[in-house]
């Protein structure tokens, strides 16, 4: 299975502020993959991150205000930006790893805007 | 669009007994692929269960099994000998095999195990 590091685990972040998360893959990989899930929501699909192009959005998702960064096969940042209440949720970074296409998800950057 | 739908908000059992968590989608796809995972109040998303459509068989890992029935579009977890460790949200997902790490969610079930 693959091992998924995220930074920061938690933060309290100031209206109007810009926030970036690391994810980190303990193995190379083709696409990660960023989610957000809203307090008592289910998750959902933000953006692809692809090494060497532009990340692809997901509707309702705009590179404005998270843009993604993707510049090995190991690592990628999701920054939020000028944020406001409404982002307060978890953004969770995930591989799919080819040999039995099984999907796993980082531990998780718990956002609280104030 | 695919929809991941999970009728049952909230589910209930005691320890060492067995609960039937429920998933339905819609899909227009002929292959695909069905996840369970689980979250714990730490927020890690956890696979339980993965299932391949094109298997007839059901996917089984220890005390977690799902009953397949892709005529019906369905999709359950059941947990047998149920534990309090067991308890938290679970989600049901669907990935199109054509969409590589893209996975549509059901809105979750929160399982609580009474002792």
């Known amino acids: 299975s693959a091992v998924i590091s995220q930074k920061p685990s938690r933060d309290i972040c100031q209206r109007g502020t810009s926030l970036t998360i690391q994810c980190q893959v303990d193995?190379?990989?083709?696409?990660m993959f960023w989610y957000r899930q809203q307090p008592g929501q289910s998750l959902t699909l933000i953006a692809t991150a692809n090494q060497g192009s532009e990340a692809t959005y997901e509707s309702g998702f705009v590179i404005d205000k998270f843009p993604i960064s993707r510049p090995n096969l190991t690592f990628s940042t999701l920054t939020v930006s000028n944020m406001s209440p409404e982002d307060s949720s978890i953004y969770l970074c995930?591989?799919?790893?080819?040999?039995?296409?099984?999907?796993?998800f980082g531990e998780g950057s718990w956002l609280t805007v104030v | 669009a695919q929809t991941v739908t999970q009728s049952q908000p909230e589910m209930s059992v005691q320890e060492a007994e067995t609960v039937t968590l429920s998933c339905t989608y819609d899909?227009?796809?002929?292959?695909?692929?069905l996840f369970w995972y689980k979250q714990p109040p730490s927020r890690q998303m956890i696979l339980v269960i993965r299932?391949?459509?094109?298997?007839?068989q059901n996917a089984t890992e220890n005390r977690f099994s799902v009953n397949f029935q892709k005529a019906a579009k369905s999709f359950s977890l059941k947990i047998s000998d149920s534990q309090l460790g067991d308890a938290a949200m679970y989600f049901c997902?669907?990935?199109?095999?054509?969409?590589?790490?893209?996975?549509?969610f059901g809105q979750g079930t929160i399982l609580t195990v009474h002792p």
């Open positions: 995930s591989v799919e790893q080819v040999t039995g296409n099984t999907i796993y």
């Open positions: 299932q391949e459509a094109y298997k007839q």
């Open positions: 193995s190379q990989v083709t696409m």
């Open positions: 997902a669907y990935r199109a095999s054509t969409s590589y790490g893209k996975l549509t």
């Open positions: 899909t227009s796809e002929s292959d695909y692929y």
